[in-house]
Nanobody, 118 residues
Framework: QVQLVESGGGLVQPGGSLRLSCAASGRFSGINTMGWYRQAPGKERELVATILSTGSTNYADSVKDRFFIDRDNAKSTVSLQMNNLKPEDTAVYFC????????????WGEGTLVTVSS
């Protein structure tokens, strides 16, 4: 079984920064895509950013040039550096990983709340 644990959420003023981290634990052979998604109140979950095992990244247009995703394969972690935060970035942020045990499976963290408000 794989567990993903997020950390780093909280309250920040507009224009501020936060760094989210997510660590995978359990017995697995490899991790392909790592990513972050978010869900604002009353809205559907949406992609924020993903990073492949090759290091190739993909970002939602709304966060390009403000958010940056990176991963540490040795530690099975993924992080999201969020800069110039806006009130519309307020959401629960979920870590996601495609993990190989006996087959590839899709795993989610429980989410961490990010609130951007003055």
């Amino acid at each position: 079984q794989v567990q993903l644990v997020e950390s780093g959420g909280g309250l920040v003023q507009p224009g501020g920064s936060l760094r989210l981290s997510c660590a995978a634990s359990g017995r697995f052979s490899g991790i392909n895509t790592m990513g972050w998604y978010r869900q604002a109140p009353g809205k559907e979950r949406e992609l924020v950013a993903t990073i492949l095992s090759t290091g190739s990244t993909n970002y939602a247009d709304s966060v390009k040039d403000r958010f940056f995703i990176d991963r540490d394969n040795a530690k099975s972690t993924v992080s999201l550096q969020m800069n110039n935060l806006k009130p519309e970035d307020t959401a629960v942020y979920f870590c996601n990983m495609i993990v190989y045990i006996k087959y590839w499976g899709n795993y989610w963290g429980e989410g961490t709340l990010v609130t951007v408000s003055s």
